[in-house]
């Protein structure tokens, strides 16, 4: 029934209580038909204007960022009227695997595809409320905020107001996690070779990546100022040569592998921790970076993500967010993949393959990678159950990480 409606019939109802009662001289009647019609008459107006001044803001301290990087969600309620509130009930949608800290205000949704936000905030007159809601990612990936929906009943329950769509949707992705890798050295060794970690011998002074702190060894020249007067230390700016180093990442999933599977979904999370604790690594190291994978991603379909030229930490987010936005199964294997990426792949380029491949490498696949060897320096990581049980491809670089320990307990990958 409408508000407005009900209203009405009770305004009529009692109306018509109270003028019989006058009529009839029945003092206490009267009274009592004239206090609810007040009554009723209040509960109504209070419910019509509830929302009227009423302001509701939703924000993210980041919209995107580590997967143990602290994210909270603050919701300001600013009541600016004369007319309090009690009991305004604000939800609004959320992507299942991101839990909050007081766990209360979430409403689990079994096999939904979306869990329930709720929380309730009692307004005096000219009163601003603020909340800060810590949130805790279960994995990695891209979590929606829904527009949400506002709802307010009269204190005598009569009337229920709701109005829809009150913040703007927002999105949060979360990027893989990222841990350590024991023995890299050894494929950092193979793949680059022995080179000084002192620095480069031929720079270019307009290729500048970043500043250090002053060193007695350093050129006067190389002084940064404003870097000086910012850090409250001499800095230096770091230069290094006008070519980068290109990197091609292949994350590979065969596709007759059983995706839904706990085994072989932890087995690939395991691989996507690889893939971006190498983005980490190597971002640092000042390298271009190119990221192929066979995978379906969200936002991209099938196919790898369009390269783009970015550096540092630029380059580092892009390649983030496309692993975090990958799923779980690929349709067409990594050979077709690489293939299509074949003549951009420049002669004397690396490339490291990391593949969750079960059992021996596939026949074609293998003769594909030795061909690419040709003309690149290719490393293939494993990352399977029982890794140290795998049979070596003959001709091939490889090395292993144990793919058997869940995800999410891993504080070190080792690459053996």
């Known amino acids: 029934m409408a508000p407005s409606f009900k209203a009405a019939l009770l305004i009529l109802s009692f109306g018509v209580l109270t003028l019989y009662a006058g009529l009839q001289g029945q003092t206490v009647a009267l009274v009592g038909a004239l206090l609810v019609l007040v009554g009723v008459s209040m509960a109504y107006l209070w419910n019509r204007f509830v929302f009227a001044k009423l302001t509701l803001e939703r924000t993210l301290n980041r919209r995107q960022g580590e997967f143990d990087a602290g994210f909270t969600m603050q919701l300001t309620v600013t009541n600016r009227k004369i007319l309090p509130l009690f009991g305004l009930k604000i939800e609004h949608n959320l992507t299942p695997g991101l839990e909050l800290g007081d766990s209360r205000k979430l409403v689990v949704v079994k096999d939904g595809a979306y869990n329930i936000f709720r929380d309730y905030f009692h307004l005096n007159w000219y009163e601003k409320r603020r909340r800060i809601y810590e949130l805790h990612p279960q994995r990695r990936g891209r979590f929606e905020f829904g527009g949400g929906c506002l709802s307010y009943g009269d204190?005598?329950?009569?009337?229920?107001?709701?109005?829809?769509?009150?913040?703007?949707?927002?999105?949060?992705?979360?990027?893989?996690?990222?841990?350590?890798?024991?023995?890299?050295?050894?494929?950092?060794?193979?793949?680059?070779?022995?080179?000084?970690?002192?620095?480069?011998?031929?720079?270019?002074?307009?290729?500048?990546?970043?500043?250090?702190?002053?060193?007695s060894t350093d050129s006067a020249r190389l002084i940064n100022w404003k870097a000086t007067a910012r850090h409250v230390q001499t800095q230096v700016n770091v230069e290094k040569p006008s070519f980068d180093q290109q990197v091609y990442l292949v994350l590979d999933q065969p596709p007759d592998l059983d995706w839904w599977t706990k085994t072989v979904s932890n087995n690939l999370e395991?691989?996507?921790?690889?893939?971006?604790?190498?983005?980490?690594?190597?971002?640092?190291?000042?390298?271009?970076?190119?990221?192929?994978?066979?995978?379906?991603?969200?936002?991209?379909?099938?196919?790898?993500?369009?390269?783009?030229?970015?550096?540092?930490?630029?380059?580092?987010?892009?390649?983030?967010?496309?692993?975090?936005?990958?799923?779980?199964?690929?349709?067409?294997?990594?050979?077709?993949?690489?293939?299509?990426?074949?003549?951009?792949?420049?002669?004397?380029?690396?490339?490291?393959?990391?593949?969750?491949?079960?059992?021996?490498?596939?026949?074609?696949?293998?003769?594909?990678?030795?061909?690419?060897?040709?003309?690149?320096?290719?490393?293939?990581?494993?990352?399977?159950?029982?890794?140290?049980?795998?049979?070596?491809?003959?001709?091939?670089?490889?090395?292993?990480?144990?793919?058997?320990?869940?995800?999410?307990?891993?504080?070190?990958?080792?690459?053996?």
């Open 270 to 416: 395991v691989a996507i921790m690889v893939a971006a604790s190498l983005v980490h690594s190597y971002t640092e190291e000042g390298y271009q970076i190119h990221l192929l994978t066979n995978l379906v991603s969200k936002v991209h379909g099938v196919g790898s993500p369009p390269s783009q030229r970015a550096k540092g930490r630029a380059q580092r987010s892009r390649l983030l967010t496309h692993l975090a936005l990958l799923q779980n199964f690929s349709v067409d294997s990594s050979t077709k993949v690489i293939r299509a990426y074949q003549r951009q792949i420049k002669p004397g380029s690396t490339v490291v393959i990391i593949t969750t491949a079960q059992g021996e490498l596939d026949e074609q696949f293998g003769q594909f990678i030795r061909r690419l060897m040709l003309k690149s320096r290719v490393a293939v990581v494993r990352v399977a159950v029982n890794s140290s049980q795998l049979t070596k491809t003959a001709g091939l670089k490889e090395w292993r990480i144990e793919g058997g320990q869940p995800w999410n307990e891993l504080s070190t990958l080792e690459l053996s």
């Open 155 to 215: 204190p005598f329950g009569l009337f229920i107001n709701q109005k829809e769509e009150v913040f703007e949707e927002t999105q949060l992705v979360v990027f893989p996690k990222i841990v350590p890798i024991q023995g890299i050295s050894s494929l950092d060794t193979y793949l680059f070779g022995s080179r000084p970690r002192e620095g480069w011998i031929f720079v270019d002074p307009l290729n500048r990546v970043g500043t250090r702190p002053y060193e």
